[in-house]
């Protein structure tokens, strides 16, 4: 197979690429549940009109996905405190939200048409 992946094939590389960051929770000693995954058009429209997130969301295009992680059962709820997991996903061609202006620690996702 030559040339770049289509979004199609990138959307299935996202989500092995998830499952593995999952498994990676859990080898760094945190717990996880899950957060948003899929993000319809119309709700990523309404959240970018409360400040929070933007219309062309990869949530949109199956290409990102929330987590919440904990560490020794307290909520992790800062962006700092996803870093570690950040880095690592980094390491495996992920984008990190927490890398974001307005960060996003708790948001991964495979960068498309230069968006993340
Ligand atoms: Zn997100």
């Known amino acids: ?14 989500a092995l690429m998830f499952a593995a960051l999952l498994h990676q929770t859990d080898i760094m000693g945190y717990s996880v549940t899950l957060g948003e995954g899929y993000r319809s058009p119309e709700e990523a429209q309404r959240l970018a009109g409360l400040g929070k997130g933007i219309v062309n969301s990869l949530h949109c295009l199956r290409m990102a996905h929330d987590i919440n992680l904990f560490k020794e059962g307290a909520y992790l709820t800062k962006s700092e405190d996803y870093e570690p997991l950040g880095i690592w ?11 974001f202006t307005r960060q ?13």
Not at 89 to 99: A, F, I, T, Y
């Open 89 to 99: 996903w980094e390491s495996q061609g992920g984008s990190w939200g927490g890398r």
């Open 1 to 14: 197979m030559t040339g770049p992946l289509t979004l199609r094939q990138k959307q299935s590389k996202f």
């Open 104 to 116: 996003d620690g708790n948001h991964f996702s495979l960068e498309h048409d230069n968006r993340k």
